[in-house]
């Protein structure tokens, strides 16, 4: 019983965000139509846009989306899903440190003088 309540609590927690996306997204529309609605009218003389509807709807649908995005990139970041550019970057182990044996300068005289 408390997996199945879990699991209703994560829908809910993508459900919410995706219905404030879609109602967003609504209000941007209306926005749109009524002004469009509005020059098409014969007795308004100056339409006006609703700015303070459509920003609304805007921020509205972009938390939206940006909510459900990032659960989806950091979904797929944890079950390694991502392409390369988006993988965290892992630092490259240090280089050997060469011996004073390995470099006793005939080495380099022999392979500069092979090439004419």
Do not use: C, T
Request: proline letters at 9%; aromatic letters at 12%; charged letters at 20%.
């Amino acid at each position: 019983m408390k997996l199945l309540i879990q699991r209703l609590i994560a829908i809910l927690l993508l459900v919410i965000p995706g219905i404030a996306a879609a109602y967003g997204f609504l209000l941007m529309k209306d926005a749109v139509y009524d002004y469009f609605a509005k020059i098409g009218d014969i007795d308004v003389v100056s339409p006006d846009f609703s700015w303070g509807m459509f920003i609304g709807g805007a921020i509205l649908f972009l938390i939206g989306i940006g909510f459900i995005g990032g659960w989806i990139f950091f979904r797929d970041r944890k079950h390694n899903y991502l392409s390369p550019r988006f993988r965290p970057k892992v630092p490259r182990p240090p280089r050997p440190q060469k011996s004073p044996q390995a470099n006793d300068g005939n080495s380099q005289e022999h392979r500069s003088s092979d090439r004419p």
